[in-house]
């Protein structure tokens, strides 16, 4: 079961690109992040895949398609979160990734709790 407040946002993402800064409490991990809409994420994870060889070439397709159908189906009931600029961070240590920007699929009945906001980063 997710909560409800958690899935009204990720709802507006999906449908109207709404972005918001948050952190989730995933099985006692930190996950920060900016939300993004399911199709964003599958274009952006199918970009990763276009210039290799013909099995990524195949992969970066069945994404694409995920993404358009992502745009067709956003009002349906919301079961993944998709971040951007994602870190996960695990007690006191550095976030993993430490450098560079990632994208994080996960579900939202894995979710314990959330804050809005990003947890500050180090410099």
């Known amino acids: 079961m997710s909560d409800d407040v958690l899935a009204m946002y990720v709802k ?9 800064a948050i952190t989730l409490n995933v099985n ?14 599958f ?7 276009q210039d290799g ?9 069945q994404l694409q398609g995920a993404s358009e159908s ?8 919301a079961n993944f979160i998709h971040l951007e600029e994602a870190q996960v961070y695990c007690g ?6 430490s450098k560079g920007k990632f994208l994080w ?8 709790g959330f804050f809005l906001g990003t947890i500050a980063k180090d410099k």
Do not use: M
């Not at 992502?70 to 009931?77: G, H, P, Q, V, Y």
């Not at 699929?105 to 314990?112: A, F, W, Y």
């Open 28 to 41: 006692g991990a930190l996950v920060t992040g900016t939300t993004i809409s399911a199709q964003s994420y």
């Open 70 to 77: 992502a745009a067709k189906s956003s009002d349906e009931e």
């Open 12 to 20: 507006a993402a999906n449908k109207h690109d709404f972005s918001l």
């Open 53 to 61: 060889n013909d099995v990524a070439q195949s992969l970066s397709e």
């Open 105 to 112: 699929r996960g579900k939202l009945s894995e979710v314990e």
């Open 92 to 97: 006191d240590s550095n976030p993993t990734p």
């Open 43 to 49: 274009k952006k994870v199918s970009e990763n895949f």
